[in-house]
């Protein structure tokens, strides 16, 4: 299993900010662990020309479960593979949160993705009430249950652990505690697909950053990260996919 380092460039950016990658690819043009970007989708058509031939893969945010029609505003899967993309970032909590979009939504969504030849980066996690009552891993457990794809194998699925109270506010949860929804995931995975779940990269989300990221990638069950903000970065990203090559 190769490690992966995916960042999540959110609502932001413009076509200056593809100096950044340029950045990124100069100071690592052959990392050991796998590399991904994945910007709004008015850059992927760039950023997957500027990457082409280097270790940097390109993804999207989100995609629509049909595969075209009267959806104005959305985009396909066919779009986004058109346009460069490989992976494809599923269930993101603000997604969930923001849009409303259930677990049937999020694996409609990841069978299009999977149908179509890409991996399908799942991603789950609790809220800050629901850890302080001790539901963490109910929640969870039923968030994978009900979002990954019916044909999820190593190849095509990516899941990605980001407590929704870590994104984006400088905190953290322990290692412990990390530890202890990775494991769990690792198991209901294999519950779920069977052997195929050893191969299944489990990223950790959520605050991640170049002064905790050899920390995180210590922990068991820890096969990567799913970067905000500091994937904006050529020198934070950079950093982070250093610490998980030397992991």
């Known amino acids: 299993m190769k490690k992966l380092a995916a960042g999540n460039w959110k609502m932001n950016g413009t076509k200056a900010s593809l100096a950044e990658v340029e950045a990124l690819l100069a100071a690592h043009p052959g990392p050991t662990c796998e590399m991904l970007l994945c910007p709004p989708a008015t850059l992927i058509s760039q950023m997957a020309a500027l990457a082409a031939d280097s270790a940097l893969m390109v993804g999207a945010q989100d995609c629509h479960a049909k ?32 849009h409303g979009e259930t677990d049937a939504q999020v694996r409609a969504k990841a069978e299009a993705v999977v149908d179509a030849g890409l991996v399908a980066i799942v991603c ?46 400088g905190r953290t949860p322990t290692l412990a505690e990390i530890a202890e929804v990775h494991s769990f995931l690792r198991g209901r995975l294999r519950g779920l697909i069977g052997e195929e779940a050893e191969g299944v990269r489990i990223l950790y989300g959520g605050s991640v950053k170049p002064s905790n990221a050899t920390d995180i990638f210590a922990v068991p069950h820890v096969d990567g990260a799913l970067v905000g903000g500091a994937s904006l970065k050529a020198a934070d990203f950079g950093a982070i996919v250093a610490a998980l090559s030397a992991a």
Request: aromatic fraction near 2%; avoid cysteine; charged fraction near 20%.
């Open 67 to 98: 595969p075209q029609g009267a959806h104005t505003g959305d985009i396909s899967v066919a779009m986004l593979k058109d346009a460069g993309a490989s992976h494809v970032i599923l269930g993101h909590s603000e997604r969930r949160t923001d």
């Open 124 to 169: 789950i996690g609790e809220t800050e009430s629901e850890r302080d009552a001790g539901q963490t891993l109910a929640v969870i457990g039923s968030q994978i249950d009900g979002s990954i794809p019916m044909a999820a194998t190593a190849a095509n699925l990516v899941v990605a652990y980001e407590p929704v109270w870590a994104i984006g506010t």
